[in-house]
């Protein structure tokens, strides 16, 4: 257990150095901790077979392809970065079903904002999907990151560590002008009841409530705002490029889901029967 921790300790420093999220550093470790108590051998030796077992384990017990792969990343960020063994690990990563995002009409969006009671919550969602952020970028927000003079939102350390700038809704200009106004710029811009950041799960919940008001049927999450932002931004003839800037994807076919998913685009083409 002692080499174990000794080696948690040293992969800790690593991501740490190379920036990663303490989200991924917390998940990369508790990985990484089952892995080698499943094979304590592993913390000096790299085993192909070994390694296959204990992903083969997990499979059987039920993890998807997600979970899997996510103990294969920390598996090989282990072997490459910790112990320095420059040899990749020769297994490959599990697919992953391809689902089309639970896209939002425009007229559900309205319904889902226009049942919410509380101004800082139906701020919350309407910001949420008028920007096209994150669950996490939203609840992140400081005021010091609404740029009132350029009318854009600067995203800071959005996935991958990666900053950014999206647009600032017109119709949510004067509403987060009154909303910040006399309010310190490096506090956070949705605050819990006690101060300090929401919690993400406070801001699920707040959409759930609002999606079973509203009577929307569709399996769709806080995540179907940014979905909708980049699917209504498509269906308006906006520049897929400039869709790529504002959703912070890295490469454009990320970016290109979108083209399959446009409701309104399906409804002006007929069918050559």
């Known amino acids: 257990m002692e080499l174990i921790q000794k080696m948690l300790t040293k992969m800790a420093q690593e991501m740490l150095m190379r920036n990663y999220s303490p989200r991924t550093e917390k998940t990369y470790l508790r990985c990484m901790e089952t892995y080698l108590k499943f094979h304590p051998e592993g913390a000096d030796h790299c085993d192909a077979n ?25 598996v090989k960020f282990f072997y490459k970065n910790v112990l320095n063994r420059r040899k990749e690990v020769p297994i490959k990563y599990a697919r992953r079903p391809k689902a ?14 226009s049942v919410i009671t509380n101004y800082k919550h139906k701020l919350l969602i309407s910001l949420a999907y008028g920007a096209g952020l994150r669950l996490s970028e939203t609840v992140n927000l400081h005021i010091r990151d609404l740029i009132y003079c350029s009318r854009i939102i600067r995203v800071v350390n959005g996935k991958g560590g990666k900053n950014r700038n999206t647009i600032m809704p017109q119709k949510l200009f004067e509403r987060l002008r009154m909303f910040t106004a006399n309010r310190e710029s490096n506090t956070y811009l949705f605050e819990s009841t006690r101060g300090g950041r929401l919690n993400p799960r406070t801001a699920q919940k707040i959409f759930k409530n609002a999606l079973k008001k509203a009577n929307i049927q569709k399996p769709a999450t806080f995540h179907s705002l940014r979905h909708s932002f980049a699917t209504h931004l498509m269906e308006n ?15 454009i076919r990320t970016t290109q889901i979108y083209m399959h998913t446009g409701y309104k685009m399906l409804h002006m083409v007929n069918s050559p029967l």
Do not use: M, W
């Open 50 to 74: 070994k390694i296959r077992d204990f992903l083969l384990s997990k499979r059987e017990n039920g993890a998807g392809p997600v979970t899997y792969n996510l103990y294969l990343n920390a």
């Open 100 to 113: 089309s995002p639970v896209c939002l009409t425009r007229d559900e969006v309205l319904e889902i904002i």
């Open 237 to 251: 003839g906006t520049n897929l490029r400039f869709i790529q800037e504002l959703l912070g994807h890295a490469s």
